[in-house]
T-cell receptor
Framework: KAGVTQTPRYLIKTRGQQVTLSCSPI?????VSWYQQTPGQGLQFLFE???????NKGNFPGRFSGRQFSNSRSEMNVSTLELGDSALYLC???????????FGEGSRLTVL | QQQVKQSPQSLIVQKGGISIINCAYE??????FPWYQQFPGKGPALLIA?????SEKKEGRFTISFNKSAKQFSLHIMDSQPGDSATYFC???????????FGTGTRLTVIP
């Protein structure tokens, strides 16, 4: 059974640009969550999607957005990038609300 | 405000020894407490999880001890091996919510 797949794995952007990250959940998993991991703030919850609807949202500015498609694949977008957005962005999938989250390897974003 | 406090920040243990990592939480609504293991360049992987209806859960060399009254839980790694060297995160959430609140992580080094 394939795990959670995230693309791209690494990317470099400059301030002011926008970025889109993609996540394919484990087959059969309908819930997709996104987390930001930084050395200073640790792992922080961004948002969760289930059946194409955002079900929960963390404390991040509106520049961070996401969506989920009918096949459960998800994308997150960050607009007007800031230096502080440099981080590892992790996607996790789960079976509905069972809470066992399975993480992908992440997309490492560097903002210059 | 850190919802889950984790200690120590780093831990060095001899091969065959016991590694102990502690976490504390404030929100009494939390009822799901997982531990994640993360290797460099990888996403966190679920190690073991516990719910408050039990005080201990053991899976192989890994044991979670849970103290509901003290709002504390800990991970014990018995017979620690060099392959256990990784960063460990405790987390907490409440039923029906897939947003995990993570501790700040413990970097474990097991010396051969």
């Amino acid at each position: 059974k394939a795990g959670v797949t995230q693309t791209p794995r690494y990317l470099i952007k400059t301030r002011g640009q926008q970025v889109t990250l993609s996540c394919s959940p484990i087959s059969g998993h309908r819930s997709v969550s996104w987390y930001q991991q930084t050395p200073g703030q640790g792992l922080q919850f961004l948002f969760e999607y289930f059946s194409e609807t955002q079900r929960n949202k963390g404390n991040f500015p509106g520049r961070f957005s996401g969506r989920q498609f009918s096949n459960s694949r998800s994308e997150m977008n960050v607009s007007t990038l800031e230096l502080g957005d440099s981080a590892l962005y992790l996607c996790a999938s789960s079976l509905d609300r069972r809470q066992e989250l399975f993480f992908g390897e992440g997309s490492r974003l560097t903002v210059l | 405000q850190q919802q889950v406090k984790q200690s120590p920040q780093s831990l060095i243990v001899q091969k065959g020894g016991i590694s102990i990592i502690n976490c504390a939480y404030e929100n009494t609504a939390f009822d799901y407490f997982p531990w994640y293991q993360q290797f460099p360049g990888k996403g966190p992987a679920l190690l073991i999880a516990i719910r408050p209806d039990v005080s201990e859960k053991k899976e192989g060399r890994f044991t979670i001890s849970f103290n509901k009254s003290a709002k504390q839980f800990s991970l014990h790694i018995m017979d620690s091996q060099p392959g256990d060297s990784a960063t460990y995160f405790c987390a907490a959430s409440r039923t029906g919510a897939n947003n995990l609140f993570f501790g700040t992580g413990t970097r474990l080094t097991v010396i051969p």
